[in-house]
């Protein structure tokens, strides 16, 4: 779909609200919205997809009552800001959209928690990603480094670049719509999702790339949606299997459930967003033992969030249980830097190769 298409496509889904709450009062039924509740309790599997969507459980916003009148109130503000965006073909950012409703009076909005939040809302009615309304969030897609050539479209035109040869060593910044890229050719066997800035550099500086054909892309933490949506592309484009090296906490185990199921937050694009097939290398906490790695004590967050995974249907496999479970014996945690312990060198010509043949992927 081209982007004037895309951009018709998102206007008349965003009018159709509007007009469903004109058909509403036209009929005499007070203006209201349904939407799935957005619970850990209200995610179900898709065997088609194998990702986590939200379930059948609904809320409805009407209005009903004074909160109600102003959540639809704010919502009917917002979907004509984004016309209008659209209309201009500019666009803002999710902090500047969150300022702009100073001017909006009864509309404006209390924090931008609530405006992100209302952008979900619209996402999910229209089944319309936000980049398609032209709004970008403030952090970037992180970047990529390995053996890939792509296409990108901006608005200064079309170029070409390879992602190991024309780029510097931060890499290839993915961009925040990623539905501008075209992968032109590649010479890559697998692709690695790493967290840290540190790790990613030293799978670089040692040339793990080039010596196993891997795509290399930093999460800079929790990943943004286009980090996300690019491994998505990666596997199902160019179909390069995905592993996720993160480091062995309960939170960066989320990092991957985020890679491979998908969120709660962001379940509604799931499909576009999640890579099922994805993998998890580790740290896990089976490592922290078997390499006598460096390791902290688990704090009472730590162990609160480890027991709350063990209810997290994203974790609902033998595999999960049995870490999680040693995780909770040992009261230990570990980082991917650890492993430096055992010299710069032995991440890349150890534990990853061996780790990487016991997953089948080398």
Known sequence: MSREEMDALAKERLVGIARGWYDQMRDGVVPYIRLPTRTKRNLAY?????????????????????????????????????????????SSTLRELYYISEGWKKAKF????????????????????????????EEDGASLFGPLRIRETTRRGVKEMHCQEDV????????????????????????IAIETGGMYARLMENGFDEEYGAILVHLKGQPARSTRRVLRRLNDSLNL???????????????YASVAYGSIKSAHMSDILATPQAQFIGVQPSDISDYNLPADHLTE???????????DPRFATD???????????????????????????????????KRLSEMGII
């Open 241 to 255: 299997p995905v592993v996720v090296f993160t480091d062995g906490d309960p939170w960066s185990y989320r990092i």
């Open 301 to 311: 967050q730590d162990i609160n969030a480890l027991k709350a995974e063990l209810t």
């Open 168 to 191: 510097g060593e931060a890499g290839y910044p993915i961009p925040n719509n990623v539905d501008n890229l075209d992968f032109v050719d590649h010479d890559a066997k697998f692709v």
């Open 46 to 90: 898709d065997d088609e997809g194998e990702v986590w969507k939200y379930g059948e459980k609904e809320s409805t916003r009407a209005a009903t009552n004074e909160k109600g009148a102003v959540h639809i109130l704010k919502m009917a503000y917002l979907i004509g800001f984004l016309k209008q965006q659209l209309v201009e073909n500019r």
């Open 110 to 137: 209390t924090a931008q928690d609530e405006s992100n939040l209302l952008i979900e809302d619209l996402e999910i009615i229209t089944d319309v990603q936000r980049e398609a309304f032209h709004l970008r969030p």
């Open 319 to 353: 595999y999960w249980r049995t870490q999680i479970n040693l995780q909770l014996d040992m009261k230990l945690k570990s980082e991917q830097q650890a492993f430096a312990s055992r010299g710069l060198d032995f991440v890349t010509k150890e534990y990853l190769p």
